[in-house]
């Protein structure tokens, strides 16, 4: 239960051949097991990894009968890290943790704490991020930092420490599973949500930015509530920011798809304008999983 097997070198980007070692849960591990042949090799892991899904998912199974519907652990999987050590001369080094989609959170057990094995474990977890805030990005093959294959980002803006982890899958069917937990969690987070509000500046004036599934943007003043704009996600043409405060957007001033339509186009100043960026793309994302499912029906 909670094991992982890896193929690579331990904390390096080299893969071993016809081998491979196997860590359990308190971190402890078997010598490398080395087969005749690669066969033999993927036979192993494939039928280990079988085994560790199946034990993991009872664990799960029986954690989730103590949460709230809402509260359901809904997928957990060990990636790899990569940490580049401060000191000179030290190589880029590769160390496992552990990923939990919990209702409308993700957390992170790292820093050497074990997977949760219990519910009070989730609440001594000090690394949890609405999974509507943090932003996943697949790293193309000419911008991979090693030879490690299947990695991709994961900003968290709230994080003083560590606002963007360079992660790792060892197979592409994993990396593949995990994108479309995500895919889920995050669409089942947008729609209980259903809304999020920003405090921000529009003209000069103190006002509330509202980002809603259903009907997509609204600007309204702060005092008197007053809706000085709405626009719906179909009418975004495009957006930028300069990085630090704001954040620039263009619409059509209706949905109706004409080229020759005019746009109109919109400053909007917000402190936490990372956050602000990541919801939009979630709203985005879960309107365009949506889109698709429709097209597949």
Not at 121 to 136: A, G, Q, T
Not at 139 to 163: G, W
Not at 207 to 215: E, T, V
Not at 280 to 289: E, M, S, W
Request: glycine residues 4%; proline residues 3%; negative net charge.
């Amino acid at each position: 239960m909670y094991a992982y097997v890896t193929q690579y070198l331990s904390g390096t980007d080299k893969l071993r051949v016809n081998s491979f070692q196997l860590y359990t849960l308190d971190g402890s591990q078997t010598g490398i097991i080395i087969t005749d042949t690669s066969v033999q090799q993927q036979m192993w892991i494939s039928r280990i990894n079988m085994i560790i899904h199946n034990l993991t998912t009872r664990t799960i199974t029986e954690l989730n009968q103590t949460f709230l519907p809402s509260e359901q652990v809904l997928y957990a999987t060990w990636v790899y890290e990569r940490i580049t050590n401060s000191k000179l001369n030290c190589l880029p080094q590769w160390k496992p943790l552990f990923l939990v989609f919990k209702g409308s959170d993700l957390y992170i057990f790292d820093d050497n704490k074990p997977p949760p094995l219990c519910s009070y474990d989730f609440i001594c977890c000090s690394r949890v991020y609405p999974i509507v805030e943090i932003l996943i990005e697949i790293v193309a093959s000419k911008s991979r930092l090693d030879d490690r294959e299947y990695c991709f980002t994961l900003t968290l803006p709230n994080d003083l420490l560590t606002q963007c982890r360079y992660l790792n899958f060892e197979i592409k069917n994993d990396l593949d599973e995990f994108l479309t937990n995500w895919q889920r969690s995050l669409y089942m987070s947008v729609y209980a949500l259903k809304s999020r509000a920003f405090g921000c500046m529009y003209q000069g004036q103190i006002c509330r930015f509202l980002i809603d599934i259903s009907n997509g943007f609204e600007m309204s003043n702060n005092e008197s509530n007053i809706v000085l704009w709405s626009f719906t996600f179909d009418q975004l043409q495009s957006s930028s920011d300069n990085g630090r405060d704001k954040i620039y957007f263009e619409f059509k001033r209706d949905s109706v798809l004409n080229g020759n339509q005019p746009t109109i186009h919109i400053e909007v100043q917000c402190q936490h304008l990372r956050v602000l960026i990541h919801v939009i793309n979630a709203f985005l994302t879960v309107k365009l999983l949506g889109k698709r499912d429709e097209a597949i029906d």
